[in-house]
């Protein structure tokens, strides 16, 4: 970004996914971004920004981007598809997020599968068997921790079990409430030192706590 420009004009770095440096490639970047070349622009793309050093955020200007509204969406998606189920599940889900329309029409099969992961998921929490929960939320981190993009992936799964959870568990108001703080608590640990299934399993343990001290010998555990 320091040298000269090829044909004389703006040189624009963007970086997508900034919330994913780690704190070496942040302070690399840091100097550049401090003191930069008068013709050089750097873009920060993060879906959460927050997760960006103080130091880096205050350098830069910051500029949300609202929803799409769904009608604006549904239309493109005309242009894509003609079929009125798949449009409209996908406007659903994608809640103005022209991005995961977009992969969600890409990768419609493996979408699906995810709805049907996640949905037993949310069905096997609140079932009451404490054993079968924690087996299958360990089977999931398993799986999700040698995708490709894991934080992705857990952020996938954790935002269709959000959007499920009133089709699940809806006509349980505790069970909701139970779940949908457990599915915010995971989502908080993505991508940092703590693994989101941890989230997971604490909301299952949590009522069972009397005080600080766990009631081992709560029927649920036996």
Not at 14 to 29: R, W
Not at 93 to 112: E, F, I, S, V
Request: glycine share 8%.
């Amino acid at each position: 970004m320091h040298l000269t420009s090829a044909c004389g004009g703006r040189k624009i770095a963007v970086i997508e996914d900034a919330e994913a440096l780690n704190e070496a490639g942040m302070n690399a970047l840091l100097k550049a971004v401090e003191e930069p070349d008068g013709a050089a622009t750097f873009v920060f793309v993060a879906e959460q920004p927050d997760r960006l050093p103080a130091t880096l955020r205050s350098r830069l200007v910051s500029i949300a981007f609202g929803p799409v509204a769904s009608d604006e969406l549904r239309a493109w998606l005309r242009t894509q598809t003609d079929d009125a189920n798949v449009i409209e599940r996908i406007v659903s889900a994608a809640r103005g997020r022209p991005g995961l329309a977009t992969r969600l029409l890409q990768d419609w099969d493996g979408w699906n599968a995810r709805q049907t992961e996640a949905r037993s998921l949310l069905a096997v929490m609140a079932s009451g068997s404490l054993a079968r929960a924690l087996g299958e939320i360990e089977r999931l981190s398993k799986r999700l921790s040698v995708s490709p993009d894991s934080e992705t992936a857990w952020r996938e799964l954790l935002s269709d079990a959000e959007r499920l959870l009133p089709e699940v568990v809806g006509n349980d108001p505790a069970a909701f409430s139970r779940l949908g703080n457990g599915i915010i608590l995971a989502r908080r640990f993505v991508g940092g030192p703590l693994s989101p299934h941890l989230g997971l399993e604490w909301t299952l343990l949590a009522p069972y706590y009397d005080g600080d001290i766990p009631s081992y010998l709560h029927p649920q555990y036996l």
